[in-house]
Every structure is written in structure tokens, then in C-alpha cells.
């Protein structure tokens, strides 16, 4: 059924009653899990996501050569977290993608050459989806690492951008923030993600085609997202090390 856009050229509204340039509701929690080393919930809208970190641990590294530490992804998403409750196979094309651009945006990132030999491991629980899947891992994920003490350069942060026509004679198409599932399946749109607060692209993915003029416009959009949610996620890490703080001091 095709997505009715009524509403958004009446009322400047998308169906779920944001304005173009909004978020959704973002929610997140860390030192959720207390047998892992670093731990992340992370609510976009209706996507929820759980992260464990174990490591860094010495052992075989899954990487390529050198004697950096090795980055290992896992992602498991639950047969409940759709309408359509499909199981997903552990050799899933989709899912083997994610993990490949998770583990090369943040070996990029994290000091790899402060753990030689030795193998870190991100595990990532899909409870719920709702659109911007990516986007979430990604948010979570810096989470866990942080919760784990494990050094970055900064923050990897991503949200996902869209466009209201994939029509390329369509002059009136308005670039969107943060897509839920119902407007990923109608719209050409991609997922960004950004380092720290700067405008420096970390990770990049589009499937959906569409005219090459409004990508900038996309882009434009999905990086500025990415710096409202790196100010949510510093908000939660900073509430957190707070907390610390004070049941430190008693």
C-alpha cells in the first residue's frame, strides 16, 4: 500500500505527527548488564536495542593482519521484533553486512594498538523494529564501548535521512530525519553516521535509489540529525559518570 503523504503537503506533518527535521523519541541507558564489561540499552522510536561488550580479551583476533586488536560483531534479532515474526538465518545477508560496517567504523576509531593481540566483542540483541536498525546498532554500540572504558577518538553517532519522492521529476521532494519502518518502505533514504560532533562521515549506506541532486540534501540532513543525538548520548554518559561519582563518594 502506497504511503499517503496527504498529510505531510497539508500540514507540513509526516504521519506519526513529526515536522521534517525531528527525531523521534531517543531513550538509552548504560551499565544495564552487570556480567559484561561495558552495556547499552538504546530506544529510536519504536527500535529497541540491547549491547554488550566483552573484551578486550587475549586470544585469536578476527581481523587481518597486524597485531592490533580485532573487532568482532554480533547482531541476533529477534523473531518478535516484527509484525511478521520471520527468524532470521545466523548467515543472513543483512545481517552480515551490518556487522562488517559496525566493526570497520569503529576500527577506525577505537585505539586498536592498545590491546595487541587480543579480540574485542560487541553483541547486539534486537528486541524491536521500527526503522533506522543501523542507526541504532551504531548509537549502542558507542555506548557499550564507553561503558567498557574502552578509548576512542569520539563518538560515532548515526541517524538515518530520507527524501518524500524517489520520483526524478519531482521537483517538491523534502528531505526527512530519522525514517520509521513505514516510511523506509515507501522512500529512498540512507543511514549516516558521524564522528563526534564535527561533520566528518564515518559511515555512509544507501540501497534506495534516487535522483542524484537530492542526495546532498539527504546527507545534509542526516548529519545534522547526528549531532542532535551525539548531545542525547553525551547526556546519558555524563548522568551516568555523575552517578558514579557520588556513590563514590558515599
Avoid at 50 to 59: L, N, Q, R
Avoid at 74 to 97: L, M
Avoid at 221 to 244: E, N, T
Wanted: proline share 2%.
Amino acid at each position: 500500500m502506497p504511503l499517503d503523504t496527504s498529510s505531510y503537503s497539508l500540514a507540513l506533518l509526516r504521519l506519526d505527527g513529526r515536522r521534517w527535521n525531528e527525531l523521534r523519541r531517543l531513550n538509552a541507558q548504560i551499565t544495564t548488564q552487570a556480567a559484561a564489561d561495558g552495556s547499552s540499552y538504546l530506544e529510536m522510536g519504536n527500535t529497541k536495542v540491547i549491547c554488550t561488550v566483552d573484551g578486550p580479551a587475549e586470544g585469536k583476533r578476527t581481523g587481518g593482519g597486524g597485531s592490533d586488536a580485532g573487532i568482532r560483531i554480533e547482531i541476533g534479532i529477534a523473531s518478535f521484533s516484527t509484525v511478521e515474526r520471520k527468524r532470521r538465518a545466523r548467515g543472513d545477508k543483512k545481517i552480515s553486512e551490518m556487522q562488517v560496517t559496525i566493526a570497520n567504523a569503529f576500527s577506525s576509531t577505537i585505539f586498536t594498538h592498545l590491546y595487541t593481540h587480543s579480540t574485542i566483542t560487541v553483541t547486539l540483541h534486537v528486541l524491536s523494529q521500527d526503522g533506522s536498525l543501523l542507526a541504532a546498532c551504531l548509537n549502542a554500540t558507542t555506548l557499550a564501548l564507553i561503558d567498557a572504558g574502552i578509548p576512542m577518538s569520539d563518538y560515532i553517532v548515526a541517524c538515518t535521512a530520507g527524501s518524500t519522492s524517489s520520483d526524478s521529476d519531482d521537483d517538491k521532494a523534502d528531505p526527512l530525519l530519522d525514517l520509521n519502518a513505514v516510511e523506509e518502505q515507501e522512500l529512498p533514504f540512507l543511514t549516516v553516521g558521524t564522528l563526534g560532533a564535527s561533520e566528518k562521515v564515518s559511515v555512509l549506506v544507501m540501497e534506495s535509489r534516487v535522483q542524484l541532486g537530492r542526495v546532498e540534501s539527504m546527507l545534509s540532513v542526516g548529519v545534522d540529525g547526528c549531532k542532535q543525538v551525539r548531545v542525547l548520548l553525551d547526556q546519558v554518559v555524563r548522568a551516568q559518570g555523575k552517578k558514579v561519582i557520588e556513590s563514590a563518594i558515599g
